[in-house]
C-alpha cells in the first residue's frame, strides 16, 4: 500500500467562482472556454503542489438541473470544498451540495469565495449555514472555513495546504498492484469514436488492453487519456482518464473494475440502449412533441429533469419528449422528427454533414444550444411562434395601406403595415374602403426593410408590388380565403 493523492470535489452554487478556483490553481484560462461561464459537465484534474505532492480535482456543474452529476462526483471524492461567494451566501445549489457531502460522508471545507468584495461578508454566511446544520470552527462547530478569493489569490494557498494536511489525516493510501476498480465521472458517444467515458481511477492500476466490468456494461480499453489530452498506458489511483472501448453507455457515478477476460468483464451484460422512442403521440390541440439529444449521459439527464420543469411552467400545454439519445443529431433523428412533426433539441450536440441530406427534402426544425439554462427560454419561444402562427393561421392577414409611391404595368407599389395576422407574397387580398370590398388584387413582390422576403409578420411594416384593382391610401387590404 502507498499514499495516493487524494480526489477533491469542488462544490457550490452556479457563478460562486468554483471554475475560477480552479483556474487560480492550474494557472489556466478553464472558465473562458466554458459556455456561459458555467462548467456544464464534470471536469477532473490533477494538480501538482511540488515536493511529490498533488491532488486531483473535480469540478462539477452548479445548475439545479446538474443536480444528479454533483451527487456522483461528491461520491467518486475524498474531501470536498464547498465554496459559496460571500457576498450572496447559501443559495438553492449550495444546499444540494451541502446534502450531497453529508450523504458521501465527505470530510469538508466551506470556502468563502469573493471575500475581495466590497459587499462581502463572511460572518453572516457563517451564520446562515447554521440552519444546513453545517458548524464551521468558531460558530460551533469543527469544519474548517477560509475567507478566498479566486480572483485576486487571497487564501488560496492556505487552502490548498488544509487540503494536503486533512489528506494526511485521513491517511488515503491505495495498492497500484491491485486491479484497478473506481468510479464512472461521465460518459459521451462520438459518430466517430464511439462510446468515450471518464473514469476515476480510486485503487489499482488500470492499463490499456484491459478488459473492464461496469454495472450496465462492459469493454475493453482500448486507449486512454489522461487530464491534459496526452495518450496514456497506465493510469494509477487517484488518476482521471477518458478510455474508448466500451460496448453501451454508462451512467454516472456506476462503479467499475479491472477483470482478467472478456467472459468476466459481461458477456452476460446487454448494454442499455439509450435511445427511447415512442410509436404513438397523444393528440391535441396543444401539443408540442420533442427530441432531445446531448453530448453525455449525465447531460442528457440534466437535460430530461430541467424539461419536466418547463412543463409545469406550461400546464396548458403538452410537452412530449418522444424521443431522447447521447450524441450527434442522427438520419434517424430527423426520419423520427418527420414522422411526428417533432422539434429536435440539442444540448452541445452537432448536426454531421452526413446527415444533412437527409434534411434536404423534410422540413424539421432543430435548434441546437450550449448553455443548459437557456433551455426554458428556447422551449417558451418555440412554444409562442407554434401556437401564435396557429391563432394567426385562422385569422386572416391584412394590410392597412399607409403609401402609394407608383404605378406602372405591373401593378402599385404600396407601403403598409400588417395588422391581425402574416403578409404573404403570392397573397390574393380584397380591397377594403369605407366598411365597403370595392376590388382586389395580388401580391408580386414583398419587401421588408428593403429586402425582399415571402412572409411579413403583424405589427411590421412593407412594401408590397399590388397588382389589381387601384389602392388609396387608407384602404386596408384583406387576405381573400
Request: some cysteine.
Amino acid at each position: 500500500m502507498e499514499v495516493k493523492p487524494p480526489v477533491v470535489v469542488i462544490l457550490g452554487h452556479i457563478d460562486h467562482g468554483k471554475s475560477t478556483l480552479i483556474d487560480y490553481i492550474r494557472k489556466t484560462n478553464l472558465t473562458a472556454k466554458e459556455a456561459g461561464g458555467i462548467t456544464q459537465s464534470i471536469g477532473a484534474y490533477q494538480v501538482s503542489l511540488g515536493k511529490n505532492k498533488a491532488i486531483t480535482v473535480i469540478d462539477t456543474p452548479g445548475h439545479e438541473a446538474f443536480e444528479k452529476m454533483r451527487s456522483h462526483g461528491a461520491r467518486a471524492a475524498d474531501i470536498a470544498v464547498l465554496v459559496i461567494a460571500a457576498d450572496e451566501g447559501v443559495k438553492p445549489q449550495t444546499v444540494e451540495a451541502i446534502k450531497d457531502i453529508k450523504e458521501a460522508k465527505l470530510p469538508f471545507i466551506v470556502a468563502l469565495n469573493k471575500i475581495d468584495k466590497p459587499e462581502a461578508n463572511a460572518r453572516k454566511v457563517k451564520e446562515e449555514l447554521i440552519q444546513y446544520e453545517v458548524f464551521v470552527e468558531g460558530f460551533g462547530g469543527d469544519t474548517p472555513a477560509l475567507e478566498i478569493s479566486a480572483k485576486t489569490g487571497k487564501g488560496i494557498k492556505e487552502l490548498l495546504d488544509l487540503i494536503v494536511l486533512m489528506a494526511e489525516v485521513q491517511e488515503l493510501t491505495a495498492d497500484s498492484l491491485a486491479p484497478a476498480k473506481g468510479v464512472v465521472i461521465t460518459s459521451s458517444l462520438d459518430s466517430q469514436r464511439g462510446v468515450s467515458a471518464t473514469l476515476m481511477v480510486k485503487d489499482g492500476t488500470l492499463k490499456v488492453g484491459q478488459w473492464i466490468r461496469l454495472e450496465t456494461t462492459f469493454g475493453k480499453v482500448r486507449a486512454m487519456h489522461n487530464f491534459e489530452g496526452k495518450l496514456v498506458k497506465e493510469a494509477p489511483p487517484s488518476s482521471p482518464v477518458m478510455m474508448l472501448g466500451l460496448e453501451g453507455l454508462p451512467g454516472v457515478g456506476e462503479t467499475f473494475r479491472a477483470v482478467v477476460s472478456q467472459e468476466e468483464a459481461g458477456q452476460d451484460i446487454l448494454p442499455a440502449r439509450e435511445t427511447l422512442v415512442i410509436d404513438k403521440v397523444t393528440a391535441g390541440e396543444k401539443n408540442l412533441t420533442f427530441i432531445l439529444k446531448a453530448k453525455e449521459k449525465a447531460s442528457l439527464d440534466a437535460l430530461s429533469k430541467l424539461f419536466s420543469q418547463v412543463q409545469t411552467q406550461h400546464a396548458d400545454i403538452k410537452l412530449q419528449i418522444i424521443s431522447k439519445g447521447v450524441g450527434d443529431v442522427s438520419v434517424s433523428d430527423i426520419e423520427t422528427a418527420d414522422r411526428f412533426g417533432a422539434l429536435i433539441v440539442g444540448f452541445n450536440v452537432k448536426i454531421p454533414s452526413i446527415v444533412r441530406p437527409a434534411m434536404a427534402h423534410r422540413e424539421v426544425n432543430i435548434k441546437i444550444f450550449s448553455v443548459i439554462y437557456e433551455l426554458p427560454k428556447l422551449v417558451s419561444e418555440l412554444i409562442a411562434q407554434q401556437f401564435a402562427s396557429q391563432t394567426q393561421a385562422a385569422q386572416k392577414g391584412e394590410l392597412a395601406v399607409l403609401g402609394v409611391f407608383s404605378k406602372s404595368k405591373e401593378g402599385q407599389v404600396i407601403g403598409g403595415k400588417a395588422v391581425k395576422a402574416v403578409i404573404k407574397k403570392g397573397m390574393t387580398l380584397n380591397i377594403k374602403r369605407d366598411e365597403e370590398i370595392i376590388g382586389k388584387g395580388k401580391i408580386i413582390n414583398l419587401q421588408h426593410l428593403k429586402k425582399d422576403v415571402t412572409v411579413v409578420e403583424a405589427g411590421k411594416e412593407c412594401g408590397i408590388l399590388f397588382q389589381g384593382d387601384e389602392v388609396k391610401v387608407g384602404d386596408v387590404l384583406i387576405e381573400a380565403f
